[in-house]
């Protein structure tokens, strides 16, 4: 099922965690919907400024996915809100950039990325359409545990 041009259902939802482990990580309608929205608001105008490939690292992640690669109880990937996302080539602190300048979303993190190596780490980003709150974080991993800060660092 396409979601946009570009991106399709499956591709918001496959996961190597979920077939790994025998773990159902299948959408709700209202789910499918979510992702949709996500798609149509933030990746497709992403991929149609870059004009290259957005590769989805994680989409949708089931609550028992979610809990299994040790995701927050809250997390907007339950919800078909969020994908973590990288372009390769494209330096992902400049895509983080990017998504926090032009576009509208609810949440947008730069997760992982060491400075001076443009290729680490990833994009975390959510669009829920009733609270778009362009919440911006940078997400630093010390002894295994996730460190944010405000502002993309």
Known sequence: ???????????????ETALRKGLDNAPTQDVISALQ??????????????????KVNSG????????????????????????????????????ALYIRDNLEYTQLILEAYTEGVPDSGWV??????????????????VNGKAVYSNGIA
């Open 1 to 15: 099922m396409n979601l946009t041009i570009n991106f399709t259902l499956n591709e918001l939802t496959q996961s």
């Open 37 to 54: 929205t996500l798609a149509v608001n933030v990746l497709q105008p992403v991929r149609d400024h870059y004009g290259r490939g957005v």
């Open 60 to 95: 949708y992640r089931s609550p028992e996915v979610n809990a299994s690669v040790g995701g927050s109880k809250t997390s907007d990937h339950c919800k078909g809100f969020a994908a973590d996302i990288e372009i390769p080539g494209v330096p992902n602190k400049e895509l």
């Open 124 to 141: 975390h980003v959510s669009y829920d359409p009733t609270n778009l709150k362009k919440q911006v974080m940078t997400a630093k991993f």
